[in-house]
């Protein structure tokens, strides 16, 4: 059987896994490809720790370059993340006329473009199904199952830490820094884990969508970016008590001549399907012309699932060189000459439903003030509600609004955070978005 040589670059918790799905399920693996997927090479800074998988030592190296310049090596898998090495690698594997598998979203979000570029000249393939949603086939759907549709919008639960401490928070009353400790634990977290909550991690997965979904470049600095960090169990009660749910939600809707591209802590109805997407778990909403309504829910974070979508990607790339392609399918979904550039709409111009709670002082014609403030800059409430709290001088007041303009709504709450009945800063948390399915499944 013809042997198909593999180098793999990281060998953590994701590397593990690919060994372990390479070793344990050989046979399989084999049976689908027709050839044997071989590992050649498995790089790391430590060869030495035991990671619990069976692994023929002589295949463990120190030096990354080893496994992008052997002639031997047909698919370089990188799984090192960070930027700068793994950039260098990647290119060099390219140069080398190696095919490249990566679950680098950080790394395809900001030099996607290089990397495709030096691709297509080489003629390689470049498979990245893990950098995004984990074990969900969400590139390969909308590169090749969903690709007779003009795709309306893609929305997701993209990131599992995130999910899994919003949920910790919701279930349990966790503070936010014991939540966050024990996904790390879990394994979830990226090494840096303030990309997880601030957002970023979800923004560079959104930004791989949006260019894949539309056929056009994004810049990552286009993408408005809104963390966890500030969500409190008390707004979340009061979500859950308005019969909603907060997820961080990345959202893309192609808006005829321009795209919205945006990830935010964003209140889901409970009727919504992304409302029961908990813990780790990851979920996908594409919206399509032919298709309607598609939503794709698993594990999003953790070592097995993460290695499925990489060996996936390895058993393409080898049927591809066992029939002698590459590029079968255009790296970005898009043929070349056919990725456009689409304007990105500004924050300010979005439109959406609101939730507020301000704190301020319990005394008559407060409520009068707030509402004649959100009314002059054309927002409209849906409902108010104060709890009654005869000890305390300032009370939570929490509104939820019609859909407003995020820049008349942001104008609106500098205006009431600076009045004297109001105490700190106004939370503001989007609800939902217009065109979502509630109910359509
Ligand atoms: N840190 C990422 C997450 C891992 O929490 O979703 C998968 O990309």
Redesign the pocket.
Known sequence: MRQINVGIIGFGTVGTGVVKLLTESRELISSRIGAELHIKYVADLDIERDRGVKIDKSVLVTDIDTVVSDPCVDIVVELIGGETIAKTAIMKAIENGKHVVT?N?ALLAGAGKDIFSAAARAKVDVGFEA????CIPIIKSIKESLSANHIHSVSGI???????ILTKITSEGTVFSQALEA?QKKG???AD?T??IEGI??AH?LAILTALAYGMTINLDDIYVEGIKDITPEDIKHAEHLGYRVKLLAISKFVGDAVEARVHPTMIPFDNLFASVND?V?AVNVNGDAIGDMFFVGK??GMMP?ASAVVSDLIDISRNILSCTSQRVPLLSYCDESIKTIPVLPMDEILSRYYFRFTAVDRPGVLSTISGILGSYGISIKSVQQAEDKNERHVPIVIVTGPAREADVKQAITDINKLPITNGKAVLIRIGIESWPENSF
Not at 131 to 134: E, K, L, Y
Not at 158 to 164: D, F, I, M, P, S
Request: aromatic fraction near 8%; charge should be negative.
């Open positions: 679950a979203k950098s995004v949603a984990g993209l990131n599992g830490t995130c999910n899994y996904a979830y977290a990226e884990p990309l997880d991690d979800a997965k780790s990851n999003g974070a993460t």
